[in-house]
């Protein structure tokens, strides 16, 4: 299963675009990278997946290089709400559930 | 149909009483998932369900655990004897193992508090 690193926290302000990356050296061909939103006492939300070069959808982007050894969450125009923790998952739908959750980056948006 | 449902949303116990939290997953979703969540760490899982099979639990899970899903739909977590370590944010997740469906959706949790 493929180890994620990723920055322990980050600041930024509104309006700001915001960009996480997460490295992931050991991807295997058939993971997909897969991030999600957590807000405090509340479960973990799915943003987006993707397997390859560019993913968008209405909240962020998705951005992975051919090599696929990193990915970058990129969310435009950040806001106040989107101070959360956001983790990067590696696998496939078959072992996603196994796999580690590392501490995720805690992401505050100041005004 | 509003998501994935957890009740009690807060639990406090004594140590050494028995708890159950239950689950109840999006509908179609054939597939339930319970994870444990620590303050500053991410969630741990601890097992899952396709339909109504367990087929998986993890290694780290204590016998003092069960979980269940009977008919595959709903699920119940129950801990037994209940110790000050359980006390955590225990979290049900639901998906559909079909070709293109992604990631997994979360209820909002259990947060047990044991004293």
């Known amino acids: 299963l493929a180890k994620t690193t990723q920055p322990i926290s980050m600041d930024s302000y509104e309006g700001q675009e915001v960009n996480i990356t997460c490295s992931h050296n050991n991807i295997a061909t058939n993971d997909y990278i897969t991030w999600y939103q957590q807000f405090p006492s509340q479960g973990p939300r799915f943003i987006i997946q993707g397997y390859k070069t560019k993913v968008t959808n209405e909240v962020a982007s998705l951005f992975i290089p051919a090599d696929r050894k990193s990915s970058t969450l990129s969310l435009p125009r950040v806001s106040l709400s989107d101070t959360a923790v956001y983790y990067c998952l590696v696998g496939t739908m078959d072992s996603n559930y196994q796999l580690i959750w590392g501490a995720g980056t805690k992401l505050i948006i100041k005004p | 149909d509003t998501g994935v449902s957890q009740d009690p949303r807060h639990k406090i116990t004594k140590r050494g009483q028995n708890v159950t939290f239950r689950c109840d997953p999006i509908?179609?979703?054939?597939?339930l998932y319970w994870y444990r969540q620590t303050l500053g760490q991410g969630p741990e899982f601890l097992t899952y369900?396709?339909?109504?099979?367990?087929?998986?639990k993890s290694r780290l899970l204590s016998d003092r655990f069960s979980a269940e899903r009977p008919k595959g739909s709903f699920s119940t977590l129950e801990i037994q004897r209940t110790e000050q370590g359980d006390s955590a944010m225990y979290l049900c997740a639901s998906s559909l193992n079909v070709r293109g469906s992604y990631g997994y959706t979360f209820g909002s949790g259990t947060r047990l508090t044991v004293v």
């Open positions: 369900f396709q339909n109504e099979a367990q087929l998986e």
């Open positions: 509908s179609e979703h054939n597939r």
